[in-house]
């Protein structure tokens, strides 16, 4: 439904637009047309050197537009470009017929309503032009407006379709020229198509708000950056996935730390940093009233590296059998802080960690391995049976380590005092 929703809105946007476009189009400009006592080769080729066929830019507005819908100090970037048609006419003439379009960018205050427009002209660019043709092709200054003949005038800058009584019709060119039934059908279109376009703006209106008020996935976390990366695992130093733009969506799975576990596309998943997202309210707080479980009770370590793997040592409960990993970097300066019994503490945290979170894809671990990567460090590991049992507070901690694997033992011992 929102998809479909949300389908409707741009597809009601794009008539919206193309409605608009046909009834502005209703006010362009109309052709202008002067005849020249010249074969259309030699009129043609004089446009071509006045390159008139070349679109301009307009240092102004004002003075060369008819109407706007807006105040023109809200159009800038204007700009022009003439429609030439060369039609042969008696005795070897050729009457040219010019249109000036003229576009600008339209800055509205609201941004969703700016854009380039189209903006009639007054004549004055069309009429400018002919005279220069004039000029280049006998080679006489053009001091006064043209006396044109009867056949061939140059229509008013507008055209009054109002049917108001006395409206001019007379300077019209006979091809355009319109009957008053003509000029009752159009008005009765224009109308149509104003009130289809006031139906579309209201409907716009109406799907902007739905848009606006549904109700977001809760479960989505939204990337702050481009080019931020998505790995393998929760690690710097694993494989990276590819690179997510920034406003890119992933759903939510878990969170490790500092690291989000995110779905990227069907049974595809990957890790980003949590820095690195904006998180749902919901989600934000309940990270932050587990925020204290490991990186605030144990500040002395820190987890380099999470992996699943097999068991690194031959001791015999776990040999060639799949564990989770996880390799501990020591960052206090302190020895007191991550001496033999804050070490065992530590590891008894990451066990639980590592056997908490069921998995869908297949059996959990068989176990838990911590390597602390230090001079001094060591290896501990533990089944994930007895994990469980000192969870449960079935076997005392002191049985637990008397099971469980420590190697080599002295680094998991309290400092002796020198």
């Known amino acids: 439904m929102r998809r479909f929703r949300l389908a409707r809105f741009f597809l009601v946007t794009s008539l919206l637009a193309v409605a608009s476009c046909s009834v502005r189009a209703q006010s362009q400009s109309v052709p202008y047309a002067r005849s020249f006592n010249q074969p259309k080769s030699n009129v043609e080729q004089a446009l071509k ?25 809200r159009y800038e970037r204007g700009f022009y ?3 030439i048609e060369l039609i042969p006419g008696e005795s070897g003439a050729t009457l040219a017929r010019v249109t000036a379009k003229i576009t600008a960018w339209y800055a509205d205050r609201d941004v969703a309503k700016s854009g380039y427009r189209v903006l009639p002209s007054n004549g004055r660019l069309e009429l400018d032009l002919l005279d220069r043709v004039q000029e280049k092709l006998t080679g006489k200054k053009v001091s ?6 009867p056949e061939v005038v140059a229509p008013s800058p507008k055209l009054d379709l109002s049917g108001a009584p006395g409206a001019a019709t007379s300077r019209v060119p006979p091809e355009i020229a319109r009957t008053p039934d003509e000029v009752s059908a ?3 279109k224009r109308e149509q198509q104003e009130k ?9 209106r109406n799907l902007q708000e739905i848009k606006q008020t549904q109700a977001h996935p809760q479960n989505l976390v939204l990337v702050r950056n481009n080019g931020t990366p998505v790995y393998a695992r929760g690690s710097e130093a694993s494989r990276v996935l590819f690179q997510a733009s920034a406003k890119d969506e992933f759903e939510y799975l878990d969170y490790e730390g500092e690291w989000i576990h995110v779905s990227i596309s069907g049974d595809s998943r990957g890790y980003l940093r949590r820095s690195a997202l904006d998180l749902p309210d919901y989600l934000a707080a309940k990270m932050a009233a587990h925020s204290t479980s490991l990186e ?3 500040p002395a370590f820190r987890i380099e590296r999470e992996d699943d793997g097999t068991f690194p040592g031959g001791w015999e409960p776990l040999k060639g059998k799949p564990v989770k990993i996880y390799t501990v970097q020591i960052v206090s300066q302190n020895p007191k802080e991550a001496e033999g019994i804050a070490r065992l503490k530590y590891a008894v945290a990451l066990f639980q960690k590592g056997t908490s979170r069921g998995s869908s894809e297949g059996p959990g671990p068989a176990g838990v391995a911590v390597i602390f990567d230090s001079a001094d460090g060591g ?7 007895n994990i469980q049992k000192l ?19 002295e680094a998991f011992q309290p400092t002796k005092a020198k």
Do not use: C, H
């Open 49 to 73: 050197d006045l390159e008139a066929y070349s679109g301009q830019k307009l240092p102004v507005l004002d003075g060369f537009v008819a109407a706007a819908d807006q105040p023109l100090d």
């Open 81 to 83: 470009q003439f429609s």
């Open 144 to 149: 006064a407006p043209v006396t044109m003949r």
């Open 186 to 188: 159009l008005r009765i």
């Open 196 to 204: 289809r376009v006031q139906e579309l703006t209201n409907e716009v």
């Open 296 to 298: 605030e009770k144990f």
């Open 379 to 385: 290896i501990a590991g533990a089944t994930s049976e």
């Open 391 to 409: 969870s449960s507070g079935t076997v005392k901690e002191d049985a637990f380590w008397a099971q469980s694997y420590l190697d080599p033992p």
